[in-house]
């Protein structure tokens, strides 16, 4: 029995998490190559390894043929007399097998046979960890900052680097070496150099996997996400439905004392979170939205998808929001192009238009915004 060779096999079986019939294929390869490269040819070679004592044979397959002056091809053939050494009841036309040593190998067949298990070794290493971290692909995972690359972070996630660049950090957020942070898995390719991992702290997504993995009730299906719109670092509004009428969906979300949000808030640097009710009904769920302004009345047109917005006029600043943030959430959580006026803009002209009571900064800033429909959290 190899055990050497056993113990290395369970070795790397453990830690590469590599299958030792992988690596079982890989010595055969191997052997087969350094066949090759010392005959010439390896067409007729064979390799068989016992799995369960490591123990080898490599032979070759060749024609018997009636005396060694009619052996053409010594890797193929071999004559009568030679052939009756290794069996007594070998006969011409016979094909027999001829063990092969492989101590005989020459130093470049033998050290292009490391190369082959080596190589293969890493592949499979490579495909270990590509298949690892593809299957956290739009997950939420921590790790630990190494160092910055230029303006981007490399970010260590325990088998592989990921990369966090510019486009996908919040502005602001300064990391330190050795500080662990969750992350949002982006993207994972597989490349010949090993997976590339791309994650992102500004994604819509982190959000409502950190409330995924925080809420209970979001993890058993009692209460659904609805609709996330976010501003990386600024806020996030959040809109929930709960399917049992017994759970208080923003309350579930919300934890006593307000723990549960506040941890995920601790987690994103401070970022304000408002959680919301979902509602089927479109003017509810505007309303809903444009918390925590008081609204006076919505007028929404479900086809349009266009809403009008009255609230009273002390409410006005704060319906809007500091650069109109809260309206550009609440319209991007709603789907809903939503126009906002006061009690006192209401009773003039239906030709109301938002910019009429907004400055041009800040209307360019919202109009940027305004009118985007569908699923904002795939944005």
Known sequence: MNKELMEALDILEKEKEISKETLFEAIENSLLTACKNHFGKADNVKVEIDRDTCDFLVYAE????????DVEDPVLQISLDDAQKISSKASVGDVIHVE??????GRIATQNAKNVILQKIREE???VIYNQYFEKERDVVTGIVQRY??????INLGKADALLTEAEQVKGEVFRPTERIKVYVHEVKNTPKGPRISVSR???????RLFEAEVTEIKDGTVEIKSIAREAG?????????NN????AVGACVGMNGARVNAIVEELRGEKIDVVN???NPGNLIQNALSPAKIVAVFADPEEKTAKVVVPDYQLSLAIGKEGQNARLAARLTGYKIDIKSETQAKDAPGFRYEDYLDDEDYEEYEGYEGEEGNFTEQ
Do not use: M, Q, Y
């Open 202 to 208: 500004t994604h819509p997504e982190l959000v409502k």
């Open 62 to 69: 060749k024609e018997v043929v009636p005396t060694a002056d």
């Open 245 to 248: 009428p017994d759970v208080d």
């Open 100 to 105: 092969i040593k492989s101590k005989e190998f």
């Open 278 to 280: 979902w509602d089927e």
């Open 125 to 127: 290493e490579r495909s």
């Open 149 to 154: 690359v230029g303006k981007n972070i490399s």
């Open 234 to 242: 600024s806020r996030t509004k959040i809109a929930v439905w709960s």
